[in-house]
């Protein structure tokens, strides 16, 4: 198997667990730590496919995921994200390099604020009580899946 095709089946994967990761969060505001897992764990896989150096590629990638899961895990602790989404976004972190990852994080703003507003308003016309809790790995998802489909057609471009 050529190294393109094996790039390619990686970020389709990335893409599958965005998807699942997506679902999940609306139905049940949980992101499964496991699904997290596989995410970061495929990462590396990913790196090899790509020929990334060890040094520093790979080294950056882990820093990029550990600095991404540091400064969200701040807002974790001022409760302004959820820990399932923390861990997403750190997870997702690792597959892009720092230029992509300055993307996704502008689309996933935007996103979010459009699934916080959609949130919100069905949590007001369906008349619940309490605060709306919003499924924000949604708007990771989607900026994810907006780089992926970006490196599947620059593949062919």
């Avoid at 995921?65 to 923390?86: K, Q, R, S």
């Avoid at 605060?131 to 992926?148: D, F, H, K, R, T």
Wanted: include cysteine.
């Amino acid at each position: 198997m050529s190294g393109e095709i094996i790039r390619i089946a990686l970020l389709c994967l990335l893409a599958a667990l965005l998807a699942a990761a997506a679902i999940t969060d609306i139905r049940s505001r949980i992101i499964s730590n496991r699904l997290n897992l596989v995410i970061a764990l495929a990462a590396p896989l990913y790196w090899l496919a790509c020929g990334l150096p060890a040094w520093p590629d790979m080294a950056l990638q882990l820093a990029l995921g550990i600095g991404v899961f540091g400064v969200f895990a701040l807002l974790f602790a001022l409760g302004m994200m959820g820990g399932g989404d923390v861990k997403l976004l750190a997870a997702v972190a690792l597959w892009f390099p720092w230029q992509a990852l300055s993307l996704l994080l502008v689309l996933m703003a935007i996103l979010g604020g459009l699934v916080t507003l959609v949130t919100v308003v069905h949590h007001r016309l369906s008349k619940r009580t309490g605060q709306a809790e919003v499924p924000y790995g949604v708007a990771i998802s989607l900026a994810g899946m907006w780089l992926i489909g970006e490196r599947i057609i620059y593949q062919f471009g």
